[in-house]
């Protein structure tokens, strides 16, 4: 919308040269011919002309060059921390979830904070996206960033069922537990590989 309201720079030489060859048109269509002007009407005549022509020139110089100036450039999006905290909590909050599921006691607790989580289980990858698409506008959904949150969000909505039903012994635990580690895993992937530079976001990649 912003460049086509702007008239291309063609366009504005060709406006230019059409309204010099219709001024001058006019101005030598409504002169006096010498033959019935004294020498002193001649000569004003000519330097009314050549006045003109300056004018128009000076006009069409300053109309290409404002034509061919670049339009400014939009500012470039710097990547920032607070637009994808959001995955960087999900991550640190897998620590506790693994710290529940190593306890007989607090299986029950962890499983329910995973049902809670596996109510709305598109909601990760949308946030990781939605970051994406402010790096490279388009194609969202096919870049590995995206991909590496889903398949961390996957991971952790599954231990639901690996630790639910009376199944979880301790083999159930140590897969659960395998899982999530992996998805902090893949977590760590997204935020090294998101363009943040950040003190925590180094320190999670450095620890998962």
Known sequence: FYYNSIIKPTETMK???????????????????????????????LQAVV?????????TTATVAAAATPLPAFAE?????????????LGMSLDRLIGKFENADTIESGLEGVRMFNKDPNFYPGYAKNYVLKLIKKG???DARVGYVRQACTLVGSTETIMSGGMADATAQADAIA???KAQGLIGKFLEESGVQDEKIAAYVASH
């Not at 006019?26 to 000569?43: D, N």
């Open 15 to 45: 406006l230019a040269a059409a309204v010099i060859a219709s001024t001058l048109a006019v101005s030598q269509a409504f002169s006096v011919g010498p033959s019935v002007q004294t020498a002193q009407s001649s000569s004003t005549q």
């Open 51 to 59: 006045d003109r022509r300056a004018m128009l020139a000076t006009i």
């Open 77 to 89: 999006y710097q990547p920032k921390f607070d637009d994808l905290k959001q995955i960087y909590y």
């Open 140 to 142: 969202g959904d096919k």
């Open 179 to 181: 899982r999530i580690k």
